[in-house]
């Protein structure tokens, strides 16, 4: 029986994971399918064990379900510990492991396709959501100058920054601080909304990143009008599926002709 993975969310229609990993296995070889599966809002855990029973092999989780995945898992990486969320189960003998592959995909993006080493930079992270909880650890890791987390309702960011032993808190403790790396991880950009951000927050050639995808957003608009270089978070996307990918299959696809095709599509 060919290997079965899926993606759950709600909704889901809209989701280019199963695109990504269809690419994904032409260009290894590996022989599996991937479906995306919208679950019930009221019944996440039914939907992925009912996958799991049928013979699925392994499972993404998006939006609004990381944190339930994260329950459902019975162990976890210590990345996913530190987001308190799952994006990537696996099932094998009758376990069910979690894991957040959000931030590797950042950091992968960062330092494979825009040639943005984090290490000894000062970077900021707006949001405190299940985004910028994915992505705190792996930053970390790069040991970068420093990481701020700043966000709208401030005691979420210093919440957030404990955990990762960093410093944080609301926009207006931007007031004077200046950052090579700005990643927006807020949903304002879904919503077409700035964050308040100081005029002068980009140090000289700062990248601005933005998670969101697929149209230009306020944030990208007001750091290039800043002088700063800007990405959006498609090569997130999919080099958190090719972390997920390599998880599953022992084997790592090349994500840059991926992030291409989608960007032609
Ligand atoms: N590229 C990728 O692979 C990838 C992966 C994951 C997520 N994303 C993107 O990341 C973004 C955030 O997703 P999420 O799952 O973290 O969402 P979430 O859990 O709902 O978090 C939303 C965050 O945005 C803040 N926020 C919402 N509206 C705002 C506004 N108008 N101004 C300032 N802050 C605002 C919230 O602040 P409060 O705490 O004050 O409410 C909170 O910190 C989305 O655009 C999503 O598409 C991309």
Same mark, same amino acid.
């Given at each position: 029986?060919?290997? @079965?993975?899926?993606?759950?969310?709600?909704?889901?229609?809209?989701?280019?994971?199963?695109?990504?990993?269809?690419? $994904?296995?032409?260009?290894?070889?590996?022989?599996?399918?991937?479906?995306?599966?919208?679950?019930?809002?009221?019944?996440?855990?039914?939907?992925?064990?009912?996958?799991?029973?049928?013979?699925?092999?392994?499972?993404?989780?998006?939006?609004?379900?990381?944190?339930?995945?994260?329950?459902?898992?019975?162990?976890?990486?210590?990345?996913?510990?530190?987001?308190?969320?799952?994006?990537?189960?696996? $099932?094998?003998?009758?376990?069910?492991?979690?894991?957040?592959?959000?931030?590797?995909?950042?950091?992968?993006?960062?330092?494979?396709?825009?040639?943005?080493?984090?290490?000894?930079?000062?970077?900021?992270?707006?949001?405190?959501?299940?985004?910028?909880?994915?992505?705190?650890?792996?930053?970390?890791? @790069?040991?970068?100058?420093?990481?701020?987390?700043?966000?709208?309702?401030?005691?979420?960011?210093?919440?957030?920054?404990?955990?990762?032993?960093?410093?944080?808190?609301?926009?207006?403790?931007?007031?004077?601080?200046?950052?090579?790396?700005v990643?927006n991880?807020?949903?304002?950009?879904?919503?077409?909304?700035l964050p308040p951000l100081?005029e002068?927050i980009f140090?000289?050639?700062?990248?601005a990143?933005d998670?969101?995808?697929?149209?230009?957003t306020p944030f990208l608009a007001f750091a290039r009008a800043h002088?700063a270089?800007t990405?959006?978070?498609?090569?997130?996307?999919?080099?958190?599926?090719?972390?997920?990918?390599?998880?599953?299959?022992?084997?790592?696809?090349?994500?840059?002709?991926?992030?291409?095709?989608?960007?032609?599509?």
């Amino acid at each position: 029986m060919t290997d @079965r993975y899926a993606v759950f969310g709600n909704p889901i229609s809209h989701s280019k994971s199963p695109l990504i990993h269809a690419e $994904f296995a032409r260009q290894t070889g590996q022989e599996l399918v991937y479906e995306a599966i919208e679950a019930p809002m009221d019944d996440f855990r039914g939907a992925v064990l009912a996958f799991r029973d049928a013979g699925g092999r392994g499972a993404n989780v998006t939006v609004p379900f990381k944190e339930q995945a994260y329950l459902l898992a019975g162990e976890r990486s210590e990345r996913a510990d530190a987001a308190g969320a799952v994006n990537t189960l696996t $099932f094998a003998d009758g376990e069910i492991w979690g894991d957040n592959t959000d931030g590797a995909g950042l950091v992968n993006d960062l330092l494979n396709n825009l040639d943005f080493d984090p290490a000894g930079q000062r970077i900021l992270l707006l949001g405190a959501g299940g985004a910028a909880r994915g992505v705190g650890l792996p930053l970390m890791e @790069r040991e970068p100058a420093e990481l701020f987390v700043a966000n709208r309702t401030a005691y979420k960011a210093r919440e957030l920054s404990a955990r990762f032993d960093c410093y944080g808190g609301g926009f207006e403790a931007l007031e004077g601080r200046r950052f090579d790396l700005v990643i927006n991880a807020t949903a304002a950009s879904l919503a077409g909304d700035l964050p308040p951000l100081p005029e002068d927050i980009f140090m000289r050639g700062a990248l601005a990143y933005d998670m969101m995808y697929g149209r230009d957003t306020p944030f990208l608009a007001f750091a290039r009008a800043h002088g700063a270089r800007t990405a959006d978070g498609l090569g997130m996307l999919v080099e958190q599926a090719a972390e997920a990918f390599a998880i599953w299959r022992g084997v790592r696809p090349q994500t840059a002709p991926v992030i291409a095709m989608l960007r032609n599509a």
